[in-house]
């Protein structure tokens, strides 16, 4: 099989057009509230979920720094009008360089820099905390090294108005405790206080409305002379049952019930029919298919694929071709997997691969990253699709995860699903960003320009071509290590990474290279 690749020719990277067909109607003036999109800037960004729900959030997310050059330039090609900076932040980044990266994307965004305050109202991110599993003696004798260090740090030195640090829950078990304990109080020697007793919380997607159990901590920070701390946002739907065979739905809520699994794919076309889609990531459909696709699209579906208005999501508009089925590369297994994979039960794990198949009046089960090639290209496993006998594609993963069907991901699978997998739900950044846009006593007026998504190239690069777009250092970017170079460095990028009784069993089996992973795998965690 050759590797994905693109059909359209290189459209135009940064343009701001005004579109009064796809605009949005502008944000009623509230009484008391300051009239602006506050500024935010995303740390470790990866292809970029959480700055999505930023930006749904009312704020301009002006800068952004990732290391591995394959997201950055995936993150550039979905926000054109953010600085991506692709930089090792512990090389260190200097703060002056965020500054700088902040003004340039300030100016983008058309924000008057003579009118300026030079504050930043938030700086967020999702650090992945490298636990002590394999890192051994040295960094356990020296945790300044921690990346969840150096984020402090740039907090320290910038001092934004609100702070938002996302991470996976084992961060608060074990050995990570000491971690998570220090880093708070030193977020508290600088100045910051926290909404809750516990300093930190676990949210759970899912109660945000996205159809996917996924539970990650976050420690939201005010800085010591904001009038208001921004609190932990509450839960906005009462999700369905993981497993709703097992278990029902409690009767005592009076929050809305959140999207299944079929509502979040449901509409989607069954990915046989497009034998192009075994070489390409995209296929344009026909008018016929864009109909019914309409016709069955749940209102979760309509809101990702811009049928309705969704009235709170502040993001700019995106110019978009809703005719184009984007991020569908086919999985094509062996006939024995085909039959396995139909034999499993909706809710249940198939138990040579391990993989789990979806219930559609379900939720779906946490999309894992796999780990990078600087730690083995670990692949993920990807959930069974609940009706047709294969793993999910990028695109129905993605809609599992609130991407809405403008987003795009890398061209090849491994890194799109990857992509994904590391990727904070923006429907969950979302509620995160709203309480601080609440803190803050704004009303981010709505754009009524439509921006211009990247060009299409950023989406197929190499690493080594990314490298070369960026200019990047080698030396900074996330080495290539391979399988057994470093004794035990099996953690994915956050998930494994903070779990200290994580073992190689536990692991997703590595695959030949990551274009190799259709082929038949030992045994991996679900
Ligand atoms: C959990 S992911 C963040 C995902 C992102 N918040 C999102 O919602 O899409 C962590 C990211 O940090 C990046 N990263 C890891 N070490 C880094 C470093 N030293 N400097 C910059 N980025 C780094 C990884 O490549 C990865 O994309």
């Known amino acids: 099989m050759g590797s994905p690749r693109f059909a359209s020719g290189p459209r135009t990277s940064v343009r701001r057009v005004s579109d009064t067909q796809t605009a949005r109607p502008e944000s009623p003036e ?74 340039a994307g300030m100016e983008t965004h058309a924000h008057d820099l003579d009118v300026w305050d030079g504050e930043v109202d938030l700086i967020a991110g999702g650090p992945p905390c490298q636990g002590f599993s394999w890192i051994g003696k040295r960094l356990i004798d020296d945790k300044r090294n921690q990346l969840v260090f150096h984020f402090l740090r740039l907090v320290s030195e910038v001092r934004p108005r609100y702070f938002v640090m996302e991470n996976v829950p084992g961060m608060a078990k074990g ?4 971690i998570l304990g220090e880093l708070i109080a030193e977020f508290e020697d600088a100045g910051y206080r926290f909404p809750d007793e516990s ?19 976050f420690l939201i920070g005010t800085r010591e002379d904001q009038e208001t701390t921004a609190a932990s946002p509450s839960a906005t739907v009462q999700p369905v049952p993981k497993r709703p065979s097992l278990k029902k739905l409690a009767t005592d809520s009076t929050l809305p019930i959140g999207p299944s699994v079929w509502d979040a794919i449901g509409d989607l076309p069954n990915l046989n029919r497009y034998p192009r889609l075994r070489d390409f990531d995209e296929v344009k459909l026909s008018n016929h298919t864009v109909a019914a696709m309409d016709a069955a699209a749940s209102e979760y579906a309509r809101r990702l694929r811009r049928i309705d208005d969704d009235p709170k999501d502040f993001s700019h508009p995106r110019s978009w071709d ?15 997997s085909v039959g396995r994979f139909r034999a499993t039960k909706h809710g249940h794990t198939e138990p040579v691969s391990r993989f789990y198949k979806l219930d559609p009046a379900g939720l779906c089960n946490t ?31 993605a809609r599992l995860h609130s991407f809405p069907d403008w987003f795009r ?44 998504l990247g060009d299409l190239k950023l989406l197929e690069l190499t690493m080594s071509q990314a490298t070369a777009h960026f200019g990047a250092d080698e030396a900074y970017i996330p080495a290539k290590r391979t399988r057994g170079a470093v004794p035990g460095a099996v953690q994915t990028d956050q998930e494994a990474a903070v779990d200290p009784t994580t073992t190689a069993a536990d692991l997703p089996a590595q695959t030949e290279s990551a274009e190799a992973e259709d082929s038949e795998r030992e045994p991996v965690e679900v």
């Open 30 to 103: 509230e009484p008391g509230k300051e009239t602006r999109r506050p500024v935010a800037v995303d740390l470790f960004a990866g292809a970029g979920g959480l700055s999505l729900g930023l930006e749904q959030a009312g704020f301009d997310v002006v800068a952004a720094v990732e290391y591995d050059p394959v997201h950055a330039a995936t993150h550039e090609f979905n926000f054109p009008l953010t600085k991506v900076l692709c930089a090792d932040v512990s090389a260190p980044l200097a703060a002056e360089t965020l500054r700088a990266a902040v003004r």
């Open 409 to 452: 991901l890398h061209a090849t699978k491994w890194h799109g699903f990857r992509q994904i997998g590391n990727a904070v739900a923006p429907l969950l950044g979302r509620a995160v960003g709203r309480t601080i846009v609440d803190a803050l006593a704004l009303t981010p007026p709505v754009s009524a320009e439509v921006v211009e």
């Open 199 to 217: 300093k930190y919380r676990i949210l759970n997607a899912a109660d945000f409305g996205v159809p996917q159990e996924r539970h990650r901590l």
């Open 367 to 397: 999309l894992r990253a796999g780990s990078g090639s600087e730690r083995g290209a670990f692949t993920s496993p990807r959930p069974i699709h609940p009706n047709l006998p294969r793993v999910l594609s990028n695109r129905e993963a």
């Open 175 to 178: 050995g990570h405790s000491s």
């Open 322 to 336: 809703r005719t184009l089925l984007t991020g569908s590369t086919r999985t094509v297994h062996t006939p024995k």
